[in-house]
């Protein structure tokens, strides 16, 4: 999904996108060189317990139609597409 019109930050490999509130913000790297997998990966990154939950692919354009409704909303997004989970997201 490419980005659609919402104010990405680069900050090293990653393309950050914050919540309007900065408790959370959307990451994605294009090629993680960690862990060496090589594919895309969105994360939505929870600042107030530092948790991660990554998907595999790139989901910037569904996680910015959604940004403004908050974290629960993001939340429910990653839940719907736990078959993309990557090995390095947190459990919930």
């Given at each position: 999904m490419a980005i659609q019109s919402k104010?990405?930050?680069?900050?090293?490999?990653?393309?950050?996108?914050?919540?309007?509130?900065?408790?959370f913000y959307i990451s994605f790297n294009a090629a993680p060189?960690?862990?060496?997998?090589?594919?895309?990966?969105?994360?939505?990154?929870?600042?107030?317990?530092?948790?991660?939950?990554?998907?595999?692919g790139d989901y910037r354009g569904a996680y910015e139609k959604i940004i403004n409704k908050g974290y629960e909303s993001c939340l429910k997004f990653y839940k719907r597409h736990l078959i993309h989970k990557s090995s390095w997201s947190n459990e919930l």
């Amino acid at each position: 999904m490419a980005i659609q019109s919402k104010a990405w930050t680069v900050m090293g490999e990653n393309s950050i996108l914050n919540s309007d509130d900065a408790s959370f913000y959307i990451s994605f790297n294009a090629a993680p060189s960690w862990g060496n997998t090589g594919h895309e990966e969105t994360a939505l990154c929870n600042r107030k317990d530092g948790t991660f939950y990554i998907l595999n692919g790139d989901y910037r354009g569904a996680y910015e139609k959604i940004i403004n409704k908050g974290y629960e909303s993001c939340l429910k997004f990653y839940k719907r597409h736990l078959i993309h989970k990557s090995s390095w997201s947190n459990e919930l």
